[in-house]
T-cell receptor, first 114, second 114 residues
Framework: NAGVMQNPRHLVRRRGQEARLRCSPM?????VYWYRQLPEEGLKFMVY????????ESGMPKERFSAEFPKEGPSILRIQQVVRGDSAAYFC????????????FGPGTRLTVT | AQSVTQPDIHITVSEGASLELRCNYS??????LFWYVQSPGQGLQLLLK??????LVQGIKGFEAEFKRSQSSFNLRKPSVHWSDAAEYFC????????????FGGGTRVLVKP
């Protein structure tokens, strides 16, 4: 049973480019969460999605960041016009249903903005 | 708003010695508490969780944690550490009042001396 999958594992973008991070939840999981880990810091919640719905985006920066979880395919975290401060590790987690707070994490995507 | 404090940023322990990592939380309702471990360049692995019931919970890799409501603490322990336990450890809190999102502490980095 495959775990949470994220790709790419490493992504380098120049300032002003777009970054697309993908996350496939564990089999049978329909809830996806994105967290960001800045260097030397803990993880900070960004957004919580179910299929075709954003449930909670209270941790998302107001501009340049968006997330989706379509009916088919992986969840996508999109960062437009990246800046150096976006350099971080972005982790996706999944859970089986609302009310089950046990989240399983993917290996992360390490974004470097040059 | 919920918060998690891990007072120790770094801990160095000799192989075979006992280990205790501190975690204090602030949460306005019944908390669900978690400990995750992160090896360098890797994602987070769930060590153990507390939802209700027995306040001493057992996890994987020989770890245990004790929930103390009066002290708002959820400290992690291991009687005898192995070199492979060198990693960063994160405490997290969630629950119904927070929706499904987790709030993480800043982490404790554990170094194991031979």
């Amino acid at each position: 049973n495959a775990g949470v999958m994220q790709n790419p594992r490493h992504l380098v973008r120049r300032r002003g480019q777009e970054a697309r991070l993908r996350c496939s939840p564990m089999k049978g999981h329909s809830h996806v969460y994105w967290y960001r880990q800045l260097p030397e810091e803990g993880l900070k919640f960004m957004v919580y999605l179910q299929k075709e719905n954003i449930i909670d985006e209270s941790g998302m920066p107001k501009e340049r960041f968006s997330a989706e979880f379509p009916k088919e395919g992986p969840s996508i975290l999109r960062i437009q016009q990246v800046v150096r401060g976006d350099s971080a590790a972005y982790f996706c987690a999944s859970s089986s249903a609302q009310g089950t707070y046990e989240q399983y994490f993917g290996p992360g995507t390490r974004l470097t903005v040059t | 708003a919920q918060s998690v404090t891990q007072p120790d940023i770094h801990i160095t322990v000799s192989e075979g010695a006992s280990l205790e990592l501190r975690c204090n939380y602030s949460y306005g309702a019944t908390p669900y508490l978690f400990w995750y471990v992160q090896s360098p360049g890797q994602g987070l692995q769930l060590l153990l969780k507390y939802f209700s019931g027995d306040t001493l919970v057992q996890g994987i890799k020989g770890f245990e944690a004790e929930f103390k409501r009066s002290q708002s603490s959820f400290n992690l322990r291991k009687p005898s550490v192995h070199w492979s336990d060198a990693a960063e450890y994160f405490c997290a809190v969630g629950g119904k009042a927070a929706g499904n999102k987790l709030t993480f502490g800043g982490g404790t980095r554990v170094l194991v001396k031979p």
